[in-house]
């Protein structure tokens, strides 16, 4: 089995949660390939240099490079651990999960030629970015879906008494948490004794302001602080609808593990979304920033019994395809490729 360096953000700490180099690494690990990581440091630029330490020091030890490939600033890891491995002469797959890369390969189109067009493969998580990148003139796209470990997620019969919200994501400008507290206002005045809990650690600040909005509005809302995967699964158990109010989005896989679990997800119509969950039948989608239809969706799981538990049913389905024991086959696929 292939030796491979994987590259992304592998943080340890209280204001990031799980990290998909984490989940893709283990399942890797178990299937008998030998992982190299990097990098753990919380400074960015320090991590940066520890990642280009790791690329040089083991580049004689791997057959090939992941690179964790995201939109904003990560963006410029990617670039330069591509551009070293070219003179190294490894191979490297960048794993597309920035919900924004289109619009980087518009405003960067350069760098995105640099790292796309030279790696072995890229390795799109969602048919929205597949599409993106082949609208660009890639050509060396996979699509490759998240995965997850289908036997840690039990499925649940809910309760739909009162609306019990709970949303699962770290608290980032971009993932929009403030929604999450508009719309429990304007539920609250449907259903008096309706629930939010809103669980993940503090990324970039935001979640002072979200509290504060909670204060403002004289909200009970149940902030958990960051909470380890078994943690949140188990506090799951006390919640019924699941809600995502993120403005831009690639294939998170919160939205797969609440599949599996039984929920019915209301989400914000963007990204690589739509290519997960198709609005009245396997989930509900609304605008972003739109208050006033996800509350309306909200209301209208609760209202339709019959077309609720479809839902709940199509996405439990959906979610058994994207298991890793259906998954890992497309990773051997282009693991064990001949080098190009």
Known sequence: MKKILYVGNNLQNNTSNTSYINILGGFLSKEGFTLFYTSSYTNKFIRLLDMVKSCLWVSRKVDLVLIDTYSTQNFYYAFIISQLCRILRLDYIPILHGGNLPQRLKSDPKKSRMIFSNAKQNVAPSL??????????????????????????????????????????????????????????ALKDIYSEAELCMVGPDSDGTLKAVKQLAKDLNLNVK??????????????????????????????????????????????????????????????????????????????????????????????????????????????????????
């Open 128 to 185: 929205y970015l597949k599409a993106a990148f082949e609208d660009s003139g890639f050509t060396n796209i996979t699509h490759i879906p998240n995965a997850v470990d289908l036997s840690q997620y039990p499925f649940r019969t809910k309760v739909y008494e009162i609306p019990k919200l709970l949303w699962v994501r770290s608290f980032s400008e971009i993932y929009n948490p403030k929604l999450a507290i508009h719309v429990f206002k």
């Open 223 to 340: 902030f958990t602080g960051k909470l380890s995967k078994s943690e949140w699964i188990n506090l799951s158990k006390g919640y019924n609808v699941f809600i995502n109010t993120t403005n831009f989005d690639n294939m998170p896989v919160s939205l797969i593990e609440a599949m599996a679990l039984g929920f019915p997800i209301v989400s914000t119509n963007v990204g690589g979304i739509p290519f997960l969950i198709q609005n009245n039948e396997n989930g509900m989608l609304v605008p972003p920033k739109d208050s006033e239809a996800m509350v309306k969706a909200i209301t209208y799981v609760f209202d339709n019994a019959e077309q609720r538990a479809q839902i709940i049913n199509n996405a439990r389905a959906q979610s058994e395809l994207l298991d890793w024991n259906t998954i890992k086959y497309k990773w051997f696929q282009i693991l064990e490729a001949d080098n190009s």
